[in-house]
């Protein structure tokens, strides 16, 4: 099914919990549990701590895979002049991001309205799905049948990280990129020039290992000079989740 992001897919005010609100796009269920969970993932696990604590003061961070922008808000509560850029290709998602960053009143955010991949391209097809947008994909045939039932093509735009950065000539250094991008993890590392690898120290990257990604990952990035460490997450069930951590020596 595809269909056009309109007036009905703008972004709702949802209470989290008592003392903290977002904006989210519309859940055909009202229930909204995925952005729960993520919150949960960010807030209270704690998942991006070690990473984001790391970042210098005025450091810089990437965020790919951005969503309504809850990793974005945690970094930017925990490093509140660092630099940040956001990327999120689904409309709805990319609404409640810019509502988010105004209600939390966060500076220092520059927002893209694309995906990241391998080369530069217009007019690419993403599945949206309404109820989950943080399992909105490139790659629709990793989903299970659950998924397929809500699904919305939406066309978006790709660009590759180092053409985005070619925008930037005052970032010399990334501190931290964290990834999050239900299956493209590897077309995102393959649009970095050698001279952009050298400029990021350090990754959190969401990956599954369903035919054998994290192996691709790991060599990719040790190759690169990485250390390289990755956890079995076992908060997601569905399928294999690890988180990698890579950093320079």
Not at 81 to 109: D, K, Q, W
Not at 174 to 195: N, Q
Request: glycine share 8%.
């Amino acid at each position: 099914m595809s269909g056009n992001i309109t007036h009905a897919n703008e972004p709702v005010l949802v209470e989290v919990t008592e003392d903290f609100t977002c904006y989210a796009g519309p859940d055909p269920s009202g229930q909204h549990d995925e952005l729960m969970f993520i919150f949960n993932e960010v807030f209270h696990f704690d998942t991006y701590a070690q990473s984001v604590g790391n970042v210098p003061e005025e450091g810089v961070i990437l965020d790919i895979g951005a969503n309504v922008g809850l990793f974005s808000i945690y970094a930017k509560r925990q490093k509140p002049n660092a630099t940040l850029i956001a990327f999120e290709p689904i409309p709805a998602s990319v609404s409640a991001l810019r509502r988010n960053i105004e209600l939390h009143g966060m500076t220092g955010v520059t927002v893209y309205p694309l995906a990241l991949g391998e080369v530069d391209r217009k007019d690419v097809a993403f599945t949206y799905y309404p109820g989950m947008p943080g399992n909105s994909t490139r790659h629709p045939e990793t989903k299970n049948e659950h998924f397929a039932a809500q699904a919305v093509e939406v066309r978006v735009e790709v660009a590759t990280v180092s053409s985005v950065l070619a925008r930037h000539p005052e970032l010399e250094r990334v501190d931290l990129v964290k990834i999050d991008v239900e299956g493209s993890e590897l077309e995102v590392l393959a649009g970095l020039s050698e001279g952009d690898w050298a400029k990021i120290q350090s990754w959190v990257i969401e990956i599954s290992d369903a035919d054998g990604q994290l192996g691709v990952l790991r060599k990719t990035l040790e190759s690169h000079g990485y250390t390289v460490e990755a956890e079995l997450d076992d908060k997601i069930m569905v399928e294999p989740m690890y988180l990698v951590h890579a950093s320079r020596s």
